[in-house]
């Protein structure tokens, strides 16, 4: 099977890019987590780098709250992206921060020390001296020009819309952006043993075993069997 590039996995995570989903697109377990932290990784060695952080700054305003700061720290700490630039993690901590969003006071506490404080494509020295610093940035002596990150709630879709499309979301409305949440999704997805769960999202063994366990007493997880998965 396909696998979902960026842009598509972005779109299914509620950023509107152009670029078209498969047909059986609702078959994909596309994580949050996982893809905020592809795309902040990457978005450096990126020619639109500049239009793609103002979509994720206003991603983060509208769905920010959703973020599961523990998992995303275990997404990281995967091989996959050893040695890679977290400065635009740092970034975004910091902008989320700024909204009152408590849920990535971690992310801040760990990837703004040493993340850089210029940015190609957002650090304008000109355009830094006439307009000023954002306020947001300044308290962390980032070098970003005031105004230059404008953010639009027409480049993602709503909390309604984007629940309609992404399962994990929905449960997240629901249940929190907690565990117990993953958890449901995996099972409406077809997991049916606490292993599968660990692979699927990344949760450790002890809570995916109770979690599911709970579930299942809950008549929860017999409804969800023999579904199909593209993880």
Sequence with gaps: MKALTLNQKLRMIGCTFDEDLPENHREYLVDIEKTLAE?????Q???ESHRLVTIIFTWIEIHGWCL???KFLKVIDRG???GANFSYIGLASVFAVSLKLRNWNSLVKKFEPTADRTFRNLSDEA???YNGPEKWAEAFRFQIPKDSLRTNPKWVLSRRAL???NLQYRNRLIYGSDWRS???T???FGADRPATIVKWIGISYEPAYRIFEDLKDAGFVEQHQNKKVIV
């Design 39 to 43: 795309v902040l990784t990457s978005i």
């Design 80 to 82: 996959e992206f050893k």
């Design 45 to 47: 060695n990126m020619t």
């Design 186 to 188: 995996a099972i409406q």
């Design 182 to 184: 993953d958890v449901v």
């Design 163 to 165: 629940a309609e499309l």
């Design 68 to 70: 599961n700061s523990a």
């Design 127 to 129: 355009v830094l001296f």
